[in-house]
């Protein structure tokens, strides 16, 4: 679904109103011309025109992977080599949040820059992406890019005719694909699939496929790791957008390592000192770290790598018990937080401080680490204002423009960060953690000093209690107003 002529006004006259307080008017008309004949003549479809300066934008996501899963925040165990050169080349977020400690209301997150409360995906395989959200693909296709989604979708039902994951068939009122949110190309899968032979070793209630299209599904090259086989497409789609001189915006979602974890023979390997189930998800993770190196070695050998965006993270922090191939209640648990407090479903830092990167080598000096807090919420904000827009007016987003924090401009986030699941509910800001698990009891945490959340200071200090519980409450109150569509006009 391509942004309407309102959501384009909108934008439009936002950024006439930064050009009339800088320029004179004979020179603003003459640009606001230009813009508008381009965009009119993109529409009709002259879209291989790009400024040479625009960058490329690729997200990748992990899916339940712990911060201390990775090399590169301290794993000697799991093999990373690919992500720790990532983290190498570029800047590494320390704490780095998803939106959400479940996978849904996190991947929504991303692609409107507002919490998952507001447009009601609350929980995993809850509610679908409203259609009037505002959907990043569908901002940065309006601005020239090709937009490609590769993996998990998670956002609701691919299929409105045929039975597919836990909530596509005829009938379903969950029917939101890709395509309708401002993708052109897509491979991509309603639910979790296992991470080896994923058509094959699917053990869910209903099954899920590769769709490539409305009512249209991939039946070839479905074997052997599943992070190579959504690589093999989300290459091509790269490939193909450079050879027609098209920037491009592509998210890999990959299923790894969700339940049902399966390596394959070789990935086992590696592993084969520890017990079954930590194969299979060491080596899952080390399979989906080489397509990551793949993805990062083509961007080098196409000559884009220099102005090609490419962040990395999690949608929450590793699951509370094994997941394995052998799903047993009990089983050991086999992902790691780093030490932090809580896993996936807490809102302890565990469930929702996952790992974070973003390379931008013409634009971001390589080998930083930051403490900055940030969100999966800021990807919005931030690339509109890379590729020249600003963040439309009229509702509210939780992210915030992560350029003046990239370029050395803010040292302190600005507010806070604010999250809901379920009945927890948290709020953070630069220094100190405000949390209740049941909704009632709220507990207070100083992050600077005390990250793993062992000392609740709630009692040493009411006053920061009271303000901090004050703007969780109001701010529970702007979500609940949005989720009633009291934000679309």
Do not use: M, W
């Given at each position: 679904m391509e942004l309407n002529e309102a959501k384009l006004h909108e934008l439009l006259g936002i950024r006439i109103k930064i050009f009339m307080h800088k320029y004179y008017f004979p020179i603003f008309f003459l640009l606001v011309f230009v813009f508008i004949s381009g965009y009119t003549a993109g529409r009709e479809g002259d879209k291989n025109v790009s400024k040479p300066d625009k960058p490329n934008i690729i997200l990748i996501m992990a899916d339940d992977l712990g911060w201390g899963d990775v090399g590169f925040n301290g794993n000697v165990i799991i093999k990373t080599p690919g992500l720790d050169k990532m983290a190498s080349n570029g800047l590494v977020f320390n704490r780095f949040y998803s939106a959400a400690p479940v996978c849904s209301p996190t991947r929504g997150s991303c692609l409107t820059g507002r919490h998952p409360y507001r447009y009601g995906i609350n929980f995993a395989n809850v509610g679908v992406l409203k259609s009037q959200e505002i959907a990043l693909a569908e901002v940065v296709k309006n601005a020239g890019y090709t937009t490609g989604h590769f993996g998990k979708w998670h956002l609701g039902a691919i299929s409105n005719t045929i039975d597919d994951g836990r909530r596509g068939g005829s009938g379903t009122d969950a029917f939101c694909p890709p395509w309708e949110n401002g993708f052109d190309e897509c491979f991509s899968t309603e639910q979790a699939v296992p991470t080896w032979n994923p058509m094959e070793n699917q053990t869910l209630p209903k099954t899920t496929r590769y769709w490539i299209g409305d009512g249209i599904y991939e039946t070839e090259n479905l074997e052997g790791d599943d992070s190579r086989v959504i690589m093999d497409r989300a290459i091509p789609f790269i490939q193909n957008a450079v050879k027609s001189n098209q920037p491009f915006f592509t998210v890999i979602w990959f299923h790894t390592p969700h339940s049902p974890v399966v390596a394959g023979p070789e990935y086992l390997k590696i592993y084969d000192e520890n017990d079954?189930?930590?194969?299979?998800?060491?080596?899952?993770?080390?399979?989906?770290?080489?397509?990551?190196?793949?993805l990062n070695k083509e961007l080098r050998k196409m000559g884009i790598d220099k102005n090609t965006i490419v962040t990395f993270c999690s949608?929450?922090?590793?699951?509370g018990v094994g997941g394995g191939i052998k799903q047993e209640p009990g089983e050991r648990q086999q992902g790691v937080t780093g030490g932090f407090r809580g896993r996936k479903g807490s809102l302890y830092e565990g469930g929702v401080r996952v790992p974070g990167i973003i390379v931008w080598p013409s634009r971001i000096a390589a080998g930083q680490r930051i403490d900055f807090p940030t969100v999966t919420s800021d990807y919005f904000p931030t690339i509109l204002n890379i590729i020249g827009f600003q963040v439309p007016k009229g509702r509210p987003f939780d992210g915030i423009d992560l350029m003046p924090v990239l370029n050395g401009e803010l040292n302190e986030r600005p507010g806070f960060i604010g999250f809901q699941s379920q009945k927890q509910?948290?709020?953070?800001?630069?220094?100190?953690?405000l949390i209740s698990i049941d909704?009632?009891?709220?507990?207070?945490?100083?992050?600077?000093?005390?990250?793993?959340?062992?000392?609740n200071i709630a009692e040493q200090h009411p006053e920061i209690v009271v303000k901090m519980k004050s703007e969780l409450e109001a701010w529970i109150l702007s979500c609940k107003n949005s989720d009633d569509g009291n934000d679309y006009d």
């Open positions: 079954e189930n930590k194969q299979h998800y060491y080596g899952c993770i080390t399979a989906l770290d080489e397509q990551v190196e793949r949608d929450n922090g590793p699951a509910k948290s709020i953070v800001t630069e220094r100190y953690k909704g009632e009891v709220f507990e207070l945490y100083d992050l600077l000093s005390d990250q793993k959340e062992t000392k």
